[in-house]
C-alpha cells in the first residue's frame, strides 16, 4: 500500500506539471507547489527528505504570503518553483529509500527461506541419526539375546556345527529360527554390515575343508538375502580349517571348530580388510 501511495503521490506531480505546461503562465506555479508540497508532507516517509520538505514549506509559505500581500509576479513565481522542486527532491529521496527497503525485505525474506531449509535440513538428518541409533540398538540387543561377544573386529556371533550335517553346506531346518531374527534386524539397521566366516576342523583335506567352509558360509548368506537382507550388507568368506578355536585332537574339539562366525560391524571398510 505504501507502495502505490508513492507512485500516485509521483503520478500526482507528472500530472499537475503536465497540466500547468497546457495552461496559462500566471500563477501556476504557485498552485503547483500548494499541491506537491502538502503531498509530500503526508508521506510517512517525509522524515527521510526533512530537510527538502522544510525548504519546501517555507518557500511555499512565502509564496502564498507574497500572493496575498500583491507581491510581485516573479517573486511568487520563484518562491514557487523552488518550493515545488523541493518537492520533487524529497520525494526522489522518499522513493528511493522505499526502493532500498523493498529490496532488503526482500533479502530478508529469502535469508529466512534458506534459513528454514537448512534447520529442516538439521531436524532430518537428526531424526534419521536417531532412527539409526535406535535400529542399531536394537540388533545390538539381539544379538545379545543370541550370546553374541563383542570383540576387535566387531561383534561377533559364532553358529556351531548343528546348522549342519556333517561334510554338508545345506542348512537344516532348525538353523532358520535364528536366521529370521538375524535378517529381521539387519533389514532394520540397514547400515550394518556382517562378514560370515565359515570355518571347519582338520578332518580331510585341505582342500575340501577350504571349499566347504565357503559352501557354509554362502549358504548362511543366502538365506539371509532370501529374507530381504541386501547383498551389500554381506561379505561370505570361508576360511577352511586354517583358525581353529580348540584342539583338532578330540572330538569336543573339532565340533567347536566346525562353525560359522558372523562379525558385525558398521565400518564396511573394516570388514572388507577382514575379508581379506
Known amino acids: 500500500m505504501k507502495r502505490i501511495k508513492s ?59 507574497l500572493a496575498t500581500s500583491g507581491g510581485k509576479l516573479e517573486d511568487i513565481r520563484y518562491e514557487s518553483v523552488v518550493a515545488t522542486r523541493n518537492a520533487q527532491i524529497a520525494n526522489e529521496k ?14 530478508q525474506d529469502r535469508q529466512a527461506v534458506v534459513l ?12 534419521q541419526a536417531d532412527t539409526a541409533k535406535q535400529k542399531s540398538a536394537s540388533l545390538e540387543q539381539e544379538l545379545k539375546d543370541l550370546k553374541a561377544k563383542k570383540t576387535d573386529r566387531g561383534i ?26 538375524l535378517a529381521a534386524t539387519l533389514k532394520e539397521a540397514g547400515g550394518r554390515k556382517v562378514q560370515i566366516e565359515g570355518h571347519t576342523d582338520s578332518v580331510g583335506s585341505d582342500e575340501l575343508n577350504q571349499t566347504l567352509s565357503q559352501q557354509r558360509a554362502d549358504s548362511v548368506a543366502a538365506a539371509l538375502m532370501q ?28 565340533q567347536q571348530n566346525r562353525r560359522v562366525e558372523m562379525i558385525f560391524t558398521d565400518d564396511s571398510s573394516r570388514v572388507a580388510s577382514d575379508a581379506n
Open 156 to 181: 561377533v556371533l559364532t553358529l556351531g556345527d548343528v546348522l549342519f550335517d556333517t561334510g554338508k553346506a545345506t542348512l537344516k531346518p532348525g538353523a532358520y529360527s535364528t536366521i529370521d531374527r
Open 94 to 107: 522518499i522513493l528511493t529509500a522505499q526502493a532500498k527497503e523493498e529490496l532488503a525485505k526482500g533479502e
Open 7 to 65: 507512485l500516485i503521490l509521483s503520478a500526482s506531480i507528472i500530472a499537475v506539471l503536465g497540466a500547468c505546461a497546457s495552461t496559462p503562465k500566471t500563477i501556476d506555479e504557485l498552485e503547483t507547489a500548494r499541491a506537491l508540497v502538502p503531498q509530500v508532507e503526508a508521506s510517512p516517509r517525509a522524515g527521510i527528505a526533512a530537510e527538502n520538505v522544510s525548504q519546501a514549506r517555507q518557500s511555499l509559505e512565502r509564496a502564498n504570503k
Open 227 to 254: 529374507r530381504g537382507v541386501t547383498s551389500d550388507q554381506i561379505i561370505a568368506t570361508g576360511k577352511g580349517e586354517g583358525f581353529p578355536v580348540a584342539s583338532n585332537d578330540n572330538a569336543a574339539g573339532r
Open 116 to 127: 528454514e531449509a537448512r534447520n529442516r535440513e538439521a531436524d532430518n538428518a537428526r531424526l
